[in-house]
């Protein structure tokens, strides 16, 4: 018997080695974790059969952004549905090449634009820990998949914060990886300067694991770099040596419930047991200014880059009449609402007239973020805060107010313009509900937030099935 | 900062998006409301400060020009919502 709740990939490749289960016994075990939970969760938007017997590994579960060859890819967006990619993702392809079997395509919010899964043109996923609340987002999908134990590990995607807020969410592992070290060769580009594709674990070794099978250049994109030193699994589990900075503005903004502010505290107070070095540190304008520069340059992005859905050569057509016709139609009848507000406030922002005011100003405040955050690292490794200033939040609460559902990614989105690294690792309970902590690096210092999020989780013991399933 | 109709619709076209009476009444509102919050970028005087277009100090990335396999017409074409011969075909201009 398979407990997919508990079991983590190690475990799992421990068992495949030793001869103890094969990968299309535990293909079959998550499918069957999928048709007893998923119906009430909606973590996937479609499973995959085929392929389990030829995989050698561990299996895994895609966001629906991610290009599988053959196999139905979406972005949970009606302008996408009935697509199917011609090629893999250079992500896909090296899972496959590390024998890794396809489970499915998880939900997301449409275009990965969201902070709830809501925005999914196929209906919401719900969080595992309370099926009342969203599962946070945009990779929803994947962290409540992870969570229900109905996939061991899968891969997201994060512009603002779309794996780090919903793991906290969701009380799993979520990578955000330095930017340009993972392809995006064959992603749905959302906004170019920011997205990047990480793990979604139970644990930070699993999180180490899979970071190294995705993570190094591709020719296929030219905005990839070679690590510069190879992924090291985590093993310590003291700080000593390790200095942790905690942003006054990061932890004390607006909208931080107390409930994850304790936790968050206890979490600090545990690594000062384990030998590290804490202290207050400021990034006085990074958060304050954070929001509003992510609001002007991802939509911008995002406006050039959903051009490309104009009914001519894949997905939906409708319109009767002249070409122009066709693709007014088409766009308006396949994009939800949250894409259709985000290009037009990008292309308004980018029109004539208005590029210097605001694409170009956030372009500068982007440098200042920079900036204030290499001044936080001349002092300290790490930078600590909570991941979501709450905990999860019942569906449709933030439906009707596009600014609410924006400020869920209030302390995720600084760090993301500065492209560095984020890890969020679960840190307790608040009302019942997981808690996650922020552990932001220096660029490439992946290793670094791998050692310290691993001798954390392992003094939290935080422990990762929900309640409900124990 | 308010965003009228007018401007919305314009915003639309550029966009190539056929909005409704309903949409377009609904977002002027919320987009209305965004600008207002993104707008705050303007209260920084940050004359001298260099832009940020990417956060890696990445330039020029060369590749050597060499052919390479790439995917088949029937490939290219798998997903058109409709294709004659080897074209995609689209309504008239």
Known sequence: MIDTLRLTAEEATGMLERGDVTAAELHRAYLDAVADRDPEIHAYLRTVEEGADEAVGVPIALKDLISTKGVETTAASKILAGYRPVYDATVAERCKQAGLGLLGKTNMDEFAMGSSTENSAFGPTRNPWDPTRVPGGSS??????????LAPWALGSDTGGSIKQPAALCGVVGLRPTYGTVSRYGIVAFASSLDQIGPVTKTVRDCARLYEIIAG????????VELPEPVQLPEAE???GLRIGVPKELNEADGIEPGVNEQVQKALDLARELGAEVGECRLPRSVEFGLPCYYLIA??????????????RYGLRTGNGDVRAMYDHTRNDGFGDEPKRRIMLGTYALSAGYYEAFYGQAQKVRTMIRDEHTAAFEQFDVLVSPTSPTVAFELGARTDNPLAMYAADLLTIPSNLAGLPGLSIPCGLSEGLPVGLQLIGRQFSENVLFRAGHALERALEFDFVPERYR | MAISRDEVLHVARLARLALSEEEL???????????????????????????TAHPLDLVNVWAEDEPKPSLSVDEALANAPDRDGDSFRVPAA
């Open chain 1, 299 to 312: 939509p911008s992005e995002a406006s050039s880059n959903l051009a490309r859905y104009d009914g001519v």
């Open chain 1, 140 to 149: 929803g999908g994947s962290t409540a998949a992870v969570a229900a134990g």
């Open chain 1, 238 to 240: 003291d700080l000593k």
């Open chain 1, 217 to 224: 250049r591709d020719p296929a994109d030219s905005t990839t």
């Open chain 2, 25 to 51: 009444a609904r977002f002027s509102e919320q987009l209305s409301a965004i600008l207002d919050a993104v707008g705050k970028v303007a209260e920084l005087d940050l004359s001298g400060v260099e832009p």
